[in-house]
């Protein structure tokens, strides 16, 4: 339950807090200021990752993601749709996909749906996730759920929330590695030219060429190791990588760091206590980047976010 993820997180705080005093009794001089400093932050952090993880349309809401083919499709719980959701009114609607790309959204009747926001009751284009400006959010179930049409390749899918999602409503928490400022490492930006690109392939298969404005590079452990960033969109370097805890600790298809922009010298910070499992950790229905071969470290990273352990179901 939610309750149990904040009880999670209270007990790895509890952890990761700095000791004062030594044994036998002694009195230690307790932490620096600067240990201290550290401490807060990653709680600050880590609490704002929960939240993120956990909210009523965050990645854990997930119940569905469904491949849409040209033509129109009925959509809604009832088995008789062509496009079955797993929460959500009946029939919601009829979506067709035409040849040139657009989308057309005909609501059902008492559907009670919205469209980024406002009441929908005739037929409504809809933008994706390609879209400059992001895609349509259509609300249902009293705004519980939310469907949009994200865009992989030249495939369309239906991607669906709902507040009540089971992996949301049992989520069990997160975990981490003790926070160590030894993970926290300064890095060097070494640009691309402009306008490059890499692909990077995703858990369904697809491969999309992602700008790839330059690489990280940094030190650790006497070698020099090398990151290929990501950008999406707004300006910050996203990180993609693998490294060899992975199955082994932490997730099995690699993890995700944001590093923030660099500095006019082309300094930037890696905090590695703040790697994080991408979204296909919590669900099945997430189309997750995966790391690029550039980006699978020879190295053991034992910092940031573990493995989700999901819960069992009888």
Known sequence: MLAASMTSLIACRDA?????????????????????????????????????????DGWTSLVGLHWVGRGPHY???????????????????????????????????????????????????????????????IGFDQGKGIAM??????????????ADAEARTGFVGLDYWPASPQWRIAARFLPHPPG???PIANITGGIDDTPN???????HGGRSWRLEALDEGDG???LVFADRTNGRGSYSAGRFLDAGKPDAQGRVMLDF??????????????????????????????????????????
């Open 196 to 198: 490059r690109t890499i």
């Open 16 to 56: 990761d807090a700095p000791a004062s005093a030594s044994g036998g009794g002694s009195v230690s001089a307790g932490p620096t200021p600067a240990a201290v400093a550290f401490a807060r932050e990653q709680r600050r952090w880590r609490a704002a990752r929960l939240a993120d993880v956990t909210r009523p």
């Open 75 to 137: 959509v809604g719980s009832a088995p008789d749709n062509g496009i079955r959701i797993a929460k959500g009114p009946p029939q919601l609607g009829m979506l067709e996909l035409r040849k040139d790309g657009a989308l057309r959204l005909v609501p059902a009747s008492g559907a009670g749906l919205t469209l980024d926001g406002a009441p929908l009751t005739a037929a409504a284009e809809l933008r994706s996730d390609a879209d400059e400006y992001g895609p349509s959010a």
């Open 149 to 162: 049409v994200i865009k992989r390749g030249d495939r369309y899918a239906l991607r669906v929330k709902h």
């Open 273 to 314: 206590n703040r790697s994080y499992n991408p979204p296909c950790a919590f669900t099945a229905f997430a189309t997750c980047p995966l790391p690029p071969p550039e980006n699978r470290l020879d190295l053991a990273i034992p910092a940031g976010e573990k493995a989700y352990a999901k819960p069992s179901h009888p």
């Open 236 to 238: 910050e370097l996203f």
């Open 213 to 219: 404005p330059g690489v990280v590079e940094f030190a």
